[in-house]
């Protein structure tokens, strides 16, 4: 059974401090690993990976996949209130039959002022 | 450029009733993959549609049900509603095999 975990569930951390969240998966045919942040409803959309080894970067947040691990992890440096929320990794398999994503259950990160 | 768009945002039923929800796809995406996210998980596939057919499902009983139209737009009807059916239900679009953009949900809450 394809499976995607997250940890920790759960962070607390102060501006300013930077964050590692972890993904890791198990899954048949990988063909991509995307992570979303969700504040209220919908996830918006961060990162999509592919290729190991490679870091994504946008502003403060970055991100990198390990496909001899078959793990990510998620950056954030120097925290702010407004990066409070949920993040969500999700994977995409390589089939022809369509191109669901399967979740983890989610990291809560709150930054406190 | 409108993103993905859901309608209604929040909606409430009863326990047996029927409900429909909608779905606007982000311009220029095709494919329309439907989520249900309980309180404190992850979302979970429902369906998948591209070219006006159901290409994949999830774990999902048949009381689940979808159609997309040909503007791409899709409906997700869910019959016999349960309570455990209450939960966020995320629409997301992609242009054929790419990277999901989802909508702000619906908020279901079945009573």
């Known amino acids: 059974e394809d499976k995607v975990v997250q940890s920790p569930l759960s962070l607390v951390v102060h501006e300013g401090d930077t964050v590692t969240l972890n993904c890791s998966y198990e899954?048949?045919?990988?063909?991509?690993l995307l992570w979303y942040k969700q504040e209220k409803k919908a996830p918006t959309f961060l990162f999509m990976l592919t290729s190991s080894g490679i870091e994504k970067k946008s502003g403060r947040l970055s991100s990198i996949l390990d496909k001899k691990e078959l793990s990510s992890i998620l950056n954030i440096t120097a925290t702010q209130t407004g990066d409070s929320a949920i993040y969500l990794c999700?994977?995409?398999?390589?089939?022809?039959?369509?191109?669901?994503?399967?979740f983890g259950g989610g990291t809560r990160l709150m930054v406190k002022p | 450029d409108a993103g993905v768009t859901q309608s209604p945002t929040h909606l409430i039923k009863t326990r047996g009733q029927q409900v429909t929800l909608r779905c606007s796809p982000k311009s220029g995406h095709d494919t329309v993959s439907w989520y249900q996210q309980a309180l404190g998980q992850g979302p979970q596939f429902i369906f998948q549609?591209?070219?006006?057919?159901?290409?994949q499902r999830g774990n999902f009983p048949d009381r689940f049900s979808g159609h997309q139209f040909p503007n791409y737009s899709s409906e997700l009807n869910v019959n016999a509603l349960l309570l455990g059916d209450s939960a966020l239900y995320l629409c997301?679009?992609?242009?054929?095999?790419?990277?999901?953009?989802f909508g702000q949900g619906t908020r279901l809450t079945v009573v």
């Open positions: 997301a679009s992609s242009p054929g095999r790419g990277g999901a953009f």
């Open positions: 899954v048949t045919n990988f063909r991509s």
């Open positions: 999700a994977v995409q398999m390589n089939n022809n039959a369509g191109n669901m994503l399967t």
């Open positions: 549609y591209y070219e006006e057919e159901e290409r």
